[in-house]
């Protein structure tokens, strides 16, 4: 069984940076891609950044030139470097993973991590 689990969230200062970090287990296959998505209070979750298996990045555009998406040295590892935190960044973050089998896509996720930012 496929598990998602994820660490560094917490509060910050706005101005201030967070790193983030997913480790993957129970697969031996390397995921089509790996991201994040976060989900603030009465909002809908929304990528933040995603990465696929050949190293192409999509990024929000709140977010771009502040944060980054990286692969781990670890196989099915992904993380994410936010810089220049503002209080609008404040939401729960989740870890995704997704296979492609043909059209089919199939999507795991992490237990989410908070990320708050103080004004």
């Known amino acids: 069984q496929v598990q998602l689990v994820e660490s560094g969230g917490g509060l910050v200062q706005a101005g201030g940076s967070l790193r983030l970090s997913c480790a993957a287990s129970?697969?031996?296959?390397?995921?089509?891609?790996m991201g994040w998505y976060r989900q603030a209070p009465g909002k809908q979750r929304e990528l933040v950044a995603v990465?696929?298996?050949?190293?192409?990045?999509n990024y929000a555009d709140s977010v771009k030139g502040r944060f980054t998406v990286s692969g781990g040295d670890a196989k099915n590892t992904v993380s994410l470097r936010m810089n220049s935190l503002r209080p609008e960044d404040t939401a729960v973050y989740y870890c995704?993973?997704?296979?492609?089998?043909?059209?089919?896509?199939?999507?795991?996720w992490g237990q989410g991590t908070q990320v708050t930012v103080s004004s």
């Open positions: 990465m696929d298996r050949g190293g192409s990045t």
């Open positions: 995704n993973a997704a296979f492609l089998l043909w059209t089919q896509r199939y999507d795991y």
């Open positions: 129970g697969t031996d296959s390397t995921f089509n891609s």
